[in-house]
């Protein structure tokens, strides 16, 4: 009994050991968590509180205008915000994304969502036209360098430096370290810290509180996986088609580029080598906590599940596949019983 007892201590410590494991790499990898920490560090300088009033003023004296039908109709959807709270988000976010000059239309789409506009392409152009109305007040620079180049932004503002190596970390959240909580609603997440995230995609128009397949969701989140550390030890993961043509079309006449093309061909290299560094920080992570870990799971509003995962997916492409391996083994038996009646 004793023996039953302190084995039973010893799984319950490593539960919980694991469960604040999880914690802390939610915590320390969650945009979200660190994106309301970039706001509240901000609203603790007055400074910073009065640009947004100012701020706040502005986008006001631009809504009251007089716009023609479709212009006003995208103007009259931010009328139900708080229009105060909405330049927080989108400053903290530029602070974040914008260390160095970004196209604008790309920090736009980054923003949109908080619109809750129906119609993407909408929520967009406005959402530039925001940011264009906040710029006269100075927390980031709007530079459009040639006629043949795009609007850019730059933040001005700097971080703490300790929320700025937090910044630097944030990435989309990695697998699970232990098994998911169990979901038992539309609005509930596997995730340790996570609250309120719906498990229908398609941001807030996809939501409803219909019934939706939860069991097959938590038997989903159920299968645990591992890394295949020898075939990520021994095969790189290389650009997509897309990425790759774009680099080498440049790269072949690079003499005659413009400074704004070497610039987006710098980019795309940069954001290339980002994301790999950003792949193999989550491969390390989940090797070095067991090489056991879980996926969650959303719907589309048809039904369909999706892996939530970027840096690893059962869903992603030819590499992400492979890198992956389910972590209970199971002998397959009547395998050649089956090709002898194939034949």
């Known amino acids: 009994m004793n023996m039953a007892i302190t084995q039973k201590n010893i799984n319950l410590a ?25 706001i509240e560090e901000l609203q603790q300088e007055l400074e910073f509180r009065e640009d947004v009033s100012k701020a706040t003023a502005l986008v006001h004296d631009w809504m009251s205008q007089q716009y023609h039908k479709s212009k006003q109709a995208r103007i009259d959807c931010l009328k139900v915000l708080d229009i105060e709270q909405l330049i927080w988000e989108i400053i903290a976010t530029i602070t974040m994304q914008c260390k160095s000059p970004i196209p604008l239309v790309n920090v736009a789409s980054m923003c949109c969502h908080r619109l809750k506009m129906a119609d993407q392409g909408a929520a967009i152009h406005t959402m530039a036209e925001l940011i264009a109305v906040i710029a006269d007040v100075d927390f980031y620079i709007l530079e459009k360098k040639t006629k043949a180049s795009s609007v850019t932004v730059q933040t001005l503002i700097e971080l703490s430096e300790e929320l700025e190596e937090r910044a630097q970390h944030a990435q989309f959240l990695p697998p699970m370290i232990h098994k998911p909580r169990t979901l038992r609603s539309n609005r509930h997440s596997g995730y340790a810290t996570v609250r309120g995230d719906s498990l229908i995609l398609g941001g807030y128009q996809n939501h409803h509180d219909g019934e939706i397949s939860l ?9 645990a996986y591992e890394i295949d550390v020898d075939f990520i030890s021994t095969v ?15 790269e072949e006449d690079y003499d005659n580029l413009s400074r704004e093309e070497k ?25 070095h906590h067991g090489n056991k870990f879980y996926f969650n799971h959303k719907i589309d509003k048809r039904g369909r599940i999706y892996t939530y995962g970027y840096h690893l997916n059962p869903q992603g492409n030819e590499f992400k596949k492979a890198t992956l391996n389910f972590a209970h083994k199971e002998h397959v038996s009547g395998v050649e019983d089956f090709l002898a009646g194939c034949k």
Do not use: G
């Open 215 to 223: 069991d097959v969701l938590n038997t989903q989140n159920r299968n």
């Open 14 to 38: 490593n539960f919980v050991r694991k469960v604040r494991k999880q914690k802390e790499i939610e915590s320390l990898f969650n945009e979200k968590t660190i994106h309301r920490m970039v």
């Open 236 to 250: 790189e993961e290389q650009p997509s088609k897309s990425t790759r043509e774009f680099i080498e079309d440049l």
């Open 263 to 287: 610039r987006m061909l710098q980019m795309e290299k940069d954001n290339w080598e980002h994301y790999k560094y950003q792949c193999y920080l989550t491969y390390a992570l989940m090797i």
